[in-house]
């Protein structure tokens, strides 16, 4: 299990997968905005997303967990 | 004028405010709660809390703003840059509840800030643009026909986007195909209306624009060029005034089409039209501005004007202060550096608390801050810290005086950008002063290749 952690704070501007969807490490699985810019939040797994903890719109800090990945 | 309510947030706020404590102006501010230690609060005669960080619940929220404003009897609100400086909802409201915008009339916001809408009113006035579409394009079949009629490479933009956001440069078919669905979401998502365009992509243009500014009694006048090719992520980073890279005879056409720019909308205020000069010295309108933007103190120190007070007297009804435009002259070369809290290297924010801010020497620097040591730069906004601008006789002297400056600028806590400007400006391509928009991302390049090299 991998968790997907945002890299700096900000708003979850799009989800790029769903859960049971395969991803190859590397993929966005999410977007976030921050400062004006667009961060995008990559597996560095691959495998099936387990979990995704957030939706469009909701604020997170650094570090929080916003998807879980299975190998 | 006796009390202004400033619309806004950092240095732009704290600049507004010190032009109106100049001219003996009470001032207002109104912040967020991520805000309410920053210098511009602490610097305003009173404040007030809007509400949480994220700007929707705080420096967007039009209706609460208003009626603080209309509360404390402010003659006047001055909305600075970005956030609802050009929503023109925002200054019917205002002039509603019987105060002054401090800018141009809503009508001249709406009709500029509609990319397409700008392009065709600007055809009307005989002033050249970038050829492209004069209609939104709402299927990719349309784009792709368009495409082949215009010619690859094109832009595909928002028509009301704007701060580099919303647009995509596609070489090809396939890319425009791949960009067209996600430009069309972020322009919705960004700006509430995904009506896109297709422009044709200038190849090596540089990012002239000019300042113009009109009045109440139809006078318009400009205030020179500045140059923005220095650009990551089609933001500008570094501007100057004069462009070192044009011909007198283009100078001189861009000032008389900037000029038929403002007065083909009766244009009142400050105001920016940005155009796009090409290899052969072509110009094209980009698009208008209507505020005060970014980088106007580059302007300010060549000029000698201070165009908030500008802004205040045209706003007041009054004249422009020099109507003869022979009277405006330009001296020197000003150079200006957006500070960033952003990794120099990948641009990404970087955001953090100012552990130390010790701008060192700064005799005869312009520092337009709008943080002091101790302060948090929070995810919420703009990563801007501050502008440096430094003002000489010659471009050379300028740009050794920013090579000596910003050596010895000390910011711990959080990574800026001023690493590179040391290293760029050293650079060929920015040592010439003929350098297009492709010149950073050109020479990042080449540091790269270097760095694998060794």
């Known amino acids: 299990m991998t968790e997907v952690k945002a890299t700096m704070a900000g708003t979850v501007f799009t989800v790029n997968v769903a859960v049971g969807e395969e991803v190859a490490a590397g993929q966005v699985v999410l977007v976030l905005e921050s400062m004006k810019m667009e961060i995008p939040i990559e597996a560095e797994t691959a495998g099936k997303v387990a979990a995704i903890n957030v939706q469009v719109g909701d604020f997170v800090n650094e570090e929080d967990v916003l998807a879980t990945i299975e190998a | 004028m006796h009390k202004v309510l400033i619309a806004n947030r950092g240095e732009i706020a704290l600049r507004i405010i010190k032009t109106c404590q100049r001219l003996g102006i009470q001032t207002v501010a109104i912040h967020s709660e991520a805000d309410v230690d920053m210098p511009f609060v602490k610097e305003a005669d009173e404040a007030f809390l809007l509400g949480p960080a994220q700007v929707q619940q705080s420096y967007l929220k039009a209706d609460d703003i208003i009626d603080i404003a209309v509360r404390v009897g402010v003659d006047a609100i001055h909305p600075g840059y970005g956030l609802l400086s050009e929503n023109a909802e925002f200054v019917r409201k205002v002039q509603q509840a019987g105060m002054i915008f401090i800018g141009p009339d809503a009508d001249t916001i709406d009709k500029m800030g509609d990319k397409i809408g700008s392009r065709v009113t600007m055809q009307a006035a005989g002033v050249p643009v970038v050829p492209g579409t004069d209609e ?3 299927t990719l079949e349309e784009a792709v026909q368009a495409a082949v009629n215009i010619g690859y490479p094109i832009m595909l933009k928002a028509s009301a986007g704007g701060g580099g956001i919303g647009m995509v440069r596609c070489e090809s078919e396939q890319a425009l195909s791949q960009h067209f669905e996600s430009v ?31 009045d109440n009694q139809g006078n318009v006048v400009h205030l020179f060029e500045r140059n923005c090719s220095v650009q990551r992520r089609n933001q500008k980073v570094i501007e100057e005034s004069p462009s070192p890279c044009l011909p007198e005879e283009t100078r001189q056409r861009l000032f008389q089409a900037a000029v038929d720019a403002a007065q083909a909308v009766g244009y009142k205020n400050a105001g920016t039209v940005e155009f796009i000069v090409d290899d052969n ?26 165009l908030v007070e500008w802004q205040i007297e045209v706003a007041k009804g009054n004249e422009l202060p020099v109507k003869n435009q022979q009277a405006i002259q330009s001296n020197g070369h000003a150079i200006e550096y957006r500070i960033y809290a952003e990794d120099p290297v990948k641009f990404m924010p970087s955001p953090g608390t100012i552990g130390k801010l010790d701008w060192g020497d700064a005799t005869g620097i312009r520092i337009d801050a709008g ?84």
């Open chain 2, 136 to 138: 939104g394009i709402a």
């Open chain 2, 281 to 306: 010295n072509h110009i094209y309108f980009l698009e208008m501005n209507t505020r005060l933007q970014v980088e106007h103190p580059v302007t300010e120190l060549v000029v000698g004007y201070d």
């Open chain 2, 184 to 214: 069309k979401t972020r322009a919705k998502a960004y700006f509430g209306d995904d009506v896109v365009f297709l422009e044709k992509f200038i190849a090596n243009a540089r990012h002239i624009e000019v300042q113009i500014f009109g």
């Open chain 2, 371 to 454: 943080y002091v040591e101790g302060g948090k730069v929070t995810p919420f906004y703009d990563p801007l810290i501050a502008k440096v601008i430094v003002h000489a006789a010659t471009r050379a002297e300028a740009i050794q005086q920013s090579q000596v400056f910003l050596a010895q600028v000390d910011i711990q806590g959080l990574k800026t950008n001023i690493p590179l400007f040391t290293e760029f400006l050293p650079s060929e391509e920015f040592g010439t002063g003929d350098y297009s928009t492709a010149a950073l991302p050109t020479w990042l390049e080449r540091q790269k290749e270097e760095k694998n090299n060794d």
